[in-house]
């Protein structure tokens, strides 16, 4: 199965940053994240623009996947990055060829799933005003959403499997549009995970297209052994050095095992300097 991870240096750019850098947890579960998914028998692509691109072949990153594709727009084709953070995501998903799997370079995939017709999400997320508004909230300039449901619950994606092009061209074309349209202001979150996540849930439920996800979104919490998401817990290891020493050491010894070709990474990423 094909995949794609992604990564755009616009957002950080507006922040102020002068060129991409990644934290050593981020980069060590970028590498794992990938290999892990080549281990599976499956192909991963780095979909990125030009200056990640010059970034992970400088680090001496390039092998980690099997190919860079730089199709990521610098300006991200006029959508702010401010509030669409992860508005690359969607434009390089519109590039990709379906069936495909997105994975966020946080999310390592230790056994895949069964692949069919069905979307497959990480998990559900449910509905609640901070984080997701009624269709109302949104303040768009020309766009129309079509006559979707509010009622289905939002799908993370930090995983998400499309399995056919006419959805994913449905479901891209939608969350760009509305990222393009969007009026400028501060709810950064709320406009993105709508963008990203729950318009993926709302497109499926309306084209009829069944979904199915890897976690039951009311045991997320429990130990898993299938999937490894960071997520909150980039936050804690910041904290905590403790934590971040544990959790360096265990991908230390599990690129050792699991993948001697690439014990180099560890020499790259312990050499870079501390982000």
Known sequence: MNAIHIASFAPAA????REPAAEDFDLYCTALSALQWRKNGGSITMCCDSAFAEYYRRIGFSEVWDDINVCVADDLEGIDPLMFWAGGKLLALREADAPVVMIDTDFIVWENPI???EIIAAHRENISDGIYPPLSFFQTRGHILPDFSEEILPLNTAFLYIPDND???FYTSQAIAFMKSAVKCGDHLKYMVFAEQRLAAMCADYTDTPVKTLLDKDILFRPQSDF???WGAKQAMR???ELRADFLAKC???LLSGFPDFAYIIELIDGLPKV
């Open 14 to 17: 507006a922040r102020g940053k």
């Open 115 to 117: 692949f069919g017709d």
């Open 228 to 230: 490894t998401h960071l």
């Open 167 to 169: 959805f994913k061209e």
């Open 252 to 254: 230390r010894s599990r």
């Open 239 to 241: 904290d905590h050095p």
